[in-house]
């Protein structure tokens, strides 16, 4: 029981923590971005998302999931993030070069 306490004490402090910047690891859904955003530098219509502004990718995936912005699949992706979690996405995909 004592154990069990302790990991909701540390998954509530994460929870509430501020998103990591740089992150080696990216947050939950940041990973499945690169199957279609390339990392690299290969012509395609689906923009790169590395190192881009952070503020543009989290505004781009707000209008998404609230429909201002046109899309074919990523309304249905955005959908499934929280505010706090679009700009922790946002955020990694930015700290990445």
């Not at 990591?20 to 395609?44: D, Y």
């Amino acid at each position: 029981m004592k154990a069990l306490c302790v990991a909701v004490a540390i998954a509530t402090v994460m929870a509430s923590s501020p998103p990591v910047l740089a992150a080696s690891e990216p947050p939950p859904g940041a990973a499945s971005c690169s199957g279609c955003h390339s990392s690299g530098a290969t012509a395609s219509v689906i923009p790169r998302l590395y190192g881009r502004d952070a503020g543009d990718i989290a505004t781009a995936m707000a209008g998404f999931r609230d429909g201002s912005r046109p899309a074919t699949v990523m309304n249905r992706i955005a959908k499934g993030f929280t505010d706090d979690e679009l700009r922790a996405i946002a955020a990694w995909l930015a700290a990445q070069k």
